[in-house]
C-alpha cells in the first residue's frame, strides 16, 4: 500500500520558519522525481517545488525562491520542504506528489 503522509505544518507568525516532511511507504522513492504543491483557500492547488531522484536539480517556482528549500533524504524515504520568512500569501494546505500519488496534505497558516 503507497503511503505519502505530511507533517509540520502549524500556525506561524509572518517572518517565521517551518519544515515540512514526507515520508513515503511502498512507493518507489528513491527511483523517482518528488514534489511539493499546495492550495490556498478558493484557490487552485499550485507547483511549489520539485527535486530529483538523485537530490540534484532542485527546481523552484517564483513565488517562493530565496525563501524554501527542497531537500531529500532517500535513506529515509522522506521528502523536505524548509520553509523561511513566511508571508500571509504562503497560507496553504501543502502537498507531497510522486508520479501517480498524492498525500493528504499539511496546513500551513501564517498569521500574526
Known amino acids: 500500500q503507497v503511503k505519502f503522509v505530511e507533517s509540520g505544518g502549524s500556525l506561524v507568525q509572518p517572518g517565521g520558519s517551518l519544515r515540512l516532511s514526507c515520508v513515503v511507504s511502498g512507493f518507489a522513492f528513491s527511483f523517482n522525481i518528488m514534489s511539493w504543491y499546495r492550495q490556498a483557500p478558493g484557490k487552485e492547488r499550485e507547483f511549489v517545488a520539485s527535486?530529483?531522484?538523485?537530490?540534484?536539480?532542485?527546481y523552484l517556482a517564483d513565488s517562493v525562491k530565496g525563501r524554501f528549500t527542497i531537500s531529500r533524504d532517500n535513506s529515509k524515504n522522506t521528502l523536505y520542504l524548509q520553509m523561511n520568512n513566511l508571508k500571509p500569501e504562503d497560507t496553504a494546505v501543502y502537498y507531497c506528489?510522486?508520479?501517480?500519488?498524492w498525500g493528504q496534505g499539511t496546513q500551513v497558516t501564517v498569521s500574526s
Open positions: 527535486i530529483h531522484s538523485t537530490g540534484e536539480s532542485p
Open positions: 506528489r510522486g508520479p501517480g500519488y
